[in-house]
């Protein structure tokens, strides 16, 4: 069993060129596999998958893979309430294809981590700008990816 959201591809074909608009194709996973049960220490599992297809060649360009690294206290505000949280640690890869040469390409690879608190959903997250501004609500914008960001909640 899992928890999942489901993934809004809108505007997703925007990604490619004019110049490839007919002749690549985009596969996208259906929804986002954010927890895997049961959680075990060092799980890692699937989140996210995207593809692209350009005549019989398909390869991966976006991967999204998650690790459980057991649960911890979290601060939530000034007052030193503590509550437990797990926390998940996600690696973003994306494959980015030299054109000129299908067989060449240039991975890039981020990471941040989640902490996630029953009742409560995302407590904590810390990591690559690239990634934690995507789940909280803001663009994918890759000149985030040289910056880190820490963001908790505050009850």
């Known amino acids: ?52 297809s350009m005549g019989t060649a398909k390869f991966k360009v976006f991967t999204l893979i998650a690790k459980y690294l057991g649960e911890e206290n ?7 309430e503590q509550i437990p949280a797990i ?30 608190a029953d009742n409560l959903g995302i407590v904590k997250m810390e990591g690559c700008a690239l990634f934690v501004n995507s789940i909280s609500g803001n663009n994918f914008d890759m000149s985030d990816s040289n910056k880190t960001m820490k963001h908790t909640i505050i009850l």
């Not at 999942?4 to 004019?18: K, R, V, W």
């Not at 998940?88 to 996630?116: C, F, G, H, R």
């Open 1 to 52: 069993s899992s928890i999942e959201i489901l993934a809004d591809t809108t505007g997703t074909s925007e990604l490619i060129p004019d110049s490839l608009g007919l002749s690549v194709k985009l596969e996208l996973d259906e929804s986002f596999k954010v927890v895997e049960f049961p959680l075990e220490l060092n799980s890692t599992w699937e989140v996210y998958n995207a593809y692209a």
């Open 74 to 80: 979290i601060e939530l505000n000034s007052e030193s």
């Open 87 to 116: 926390k998940i640690e996600y690696t973003v890869t994306i494959n980015i294809p030299d054109m000129s040469n299908i067989l060449a390409s240039k991975i890039q690879t981020y990471k941040a981590n989640v902490w996630l």
